[in-house]
């Protein structure tokens, strides 16, 4: 596809339960961005890879939190042990220089 | 760490009407990019329109123009003849370069805007 494309689109899980999500960046973009949306509020920056650079891990929130980026495109960004506040969309940005591509999302919500 | 601050919550204007969005923003950077983008129901992130700090010019996108204020640290967007389509969440974001020319995007909480028929 032309977009960057995330998947699933919504998950629904249980508290403590362990969860991936992936996305698929646009093909050719060296530079993948996770974001976190809650609910009524604006986006967190997560995790940041750019090429075959160290990633900058700065805004995971606990190390609950991780995330890769396997050759240098596909990226999956695992949860594990979820919590309730952990509930949100997770979006995934890839870039050229100069704009972010974001993808549609992931709705988490964690019962 | 940069910081952007949205200061409306909500907005709710007729169609066809002009609406004004504020958005300030902190950073001790001279070289930097700003961002406005629209996020409709869909959820899908769109970008509306960009300034990059070191042009003096306003951005202008059709309907969609900024006034950038560096001094002020301000930059609003303005949506002239607005339509039913504008409804969505609005985000100001900030962006500082980082290396190859890469974006690192600090958001504002958002401003949800509705349009009126």
């Known amino acids: 596809g032309a977009g960057v494309s995330q998947s699933p689109s919504n998950k629904v899980t249980e508290k403590g339960k362990d969860v991936e999500l992936r996305c698929d960046p646009i093909s050719g973009h060296t530079a993948l961005y996770w974001y976190r949306q809650s609910l009524g509020q604006g986006l967190e920056f997560l995790i940041y890879?750019?090429?075959?650079?160290?990633?900058?891990k700065s805004g995971l929130p606990s190390d609950r939190f991780s995330a890769e980026r396997t050759g240098g495109s596909v990226s999956t960004l695992t949860i594990q042990r979820t919590q309730q506040e952990d509930s949100a969309v997770y979006l995934c940005?890839?870039?050229?220089?100069?704009?972010?591509?974001f993808g549609e999302g992931s709705r988490l919500t964690v019962l | 760490a940069q910081t952007v601050t949205q200061s409306q919550p909500e907005m709710s204007v007729q169609e066809a009407e002009t609406v004004t969005l504020s958005c300030t923003y902190d950073t001790s950077e001279s070289n930097y990019y700003l961002f406005w983008y629209k996020q409709p129901p869909s959820r899908q992130m769109i970008l509306v329109i960009r300034q990059e700090a070191y042009k003096q010019q306003n951005a202008t996108e059709n309907r969609f123009s900024v006034n950038f204020q560096k001094a002020a640290k301000s930059f609003s967007l303005k949506i002239s003849d607005s339509q039913l389509g504008d409804t969505a969440m609005y985000f100001c974001a900030f962006g500082n370069r980082l290396s190859q020319g890469a974006q690192k995007l600090v958001f504002g909480q958002g401003t949800r805007l509705t349009i009126n028929p």
């Open positions: 890879f750019q090429g075959n650079s160290a990633p900058d």
């Open positions: 940005a890839s870039t050229p220089p100069g704009e972010l591509f």
